[in-house]
T-cell receptor, first 112, second 112 residues
Framework: GEQVEQRPPHLSVREGDSAIIICTYT??????FSWYKQEAGAGLQLLMS?????DRKEEQGLTVLLNKKDKRLSLNLTAAHPGDSAVYFC???????????FGKGTHLHVLP | EAAVTQSPRNKVAVTGGKVTLSCNQT?????MYWYRQDTGHGLRLIHY???????EKGDIPDGYKASRPSQENFSLILELATPSQTSVYFC???????????FGSGTRLLVI
């Protein structure tokens, strides 16, 4: 079945720097991709989603890139600030699947 | 505002006791999910449901039951709680075909 690898597990950046998180997946039938943010003591919050026919999507300082050839999904936080400190998860699903596969998460720490 | 509400937020249970975790959603989503989150394991799917009256086993269903009496409500039941079930449990709702889930805030369960 589908497997998702997320890296790095921990990431520290300075305020104003960019932070990049990468997920790789195995199933070429994967059709839908999402990124979530989890702040301390809270549930996961959906940040952004893309369909498989989208290569790049930008919203509010976040950029999602999808490379279907390499089966790689990335999240780029441009100009990170301390409020971005959280755990980030990628999530992928096939078009008609009821189940979503989550990455294991990246702990992002933005230093002031 | 559409939401997923979990109760209780915190629970202490004794080994061998029965525990019921409740989840209510106002998103009118067909699918609901129960996950547990543990350090080093990420999110693991316990049970899910396609709609009222249906429950399906996820990846780690042993020791857990689920109940979906209505579109809005999905419960997770630990008939005989064990210390290994100490964890943070998240409920989520979503529709098939994508990975846009709405998560609850979680229930922190301690089994002593």
């Amino acid at each position: 079945g589908e497997q998702v690898e997320q890296r790095p597990p921990h990431l520290s950046v300075r305020e104003g720097d960019s932070a990049i998180i990468i997920c790789t997946y195995t199933d070429s039938a994967t059709a839908y991709f999402s990124w979530y943010k989890q702040e301390a003591g809270a549930g996961l919050q959906l940040l952004m989603s893309v369909l498989s026919n989208v290569d790049r999507k930008e919203e509010q300082g976040l950029t999602v890139l999808l490379n279907k050839k390499d089966k790689r999904l990335s999240l780029n936080l441009t100009a990170a600030h301390p409020g971005d400190s959280a755990v980030y998860f990628c999530a992928v699903s096939e078009g008609n699947a009821y189940k979503v596969i989550f990455g294991k998460g990246t702990h992002l720490h933005v230093l002031p | 505002e559409a939401a997923v509400t979990q109760s209780p937020r915190n629970k202490v249970a004794v080994t061998g006791g029965k525990v019921t975790l409740s989840c209510n959603q106002t998103n009118n989503h067909n699918n609901m999910y129960w996950y547990r989150q543990d350090t080093g394991h990420g999110l693991r799917l316990i049970h899910y449901s396609y709609g009222a009256g249906s429950t399906e086993k996820g990846d780690i269903p042993d020791g857990y039951k689920a109940s979906r009496p209505s579109q809005e409500n999905f419960s997770l039941i630990l008939e005989l709680a064990t210390p290994s079930q100490t964890s943070v449990y998240f409920c989520a709702s979503g529709d098939e075909g994508n990975s846009d889930y709405t998560f609850g805030s979680g229930t922190r369960l301690l089994v002593i």
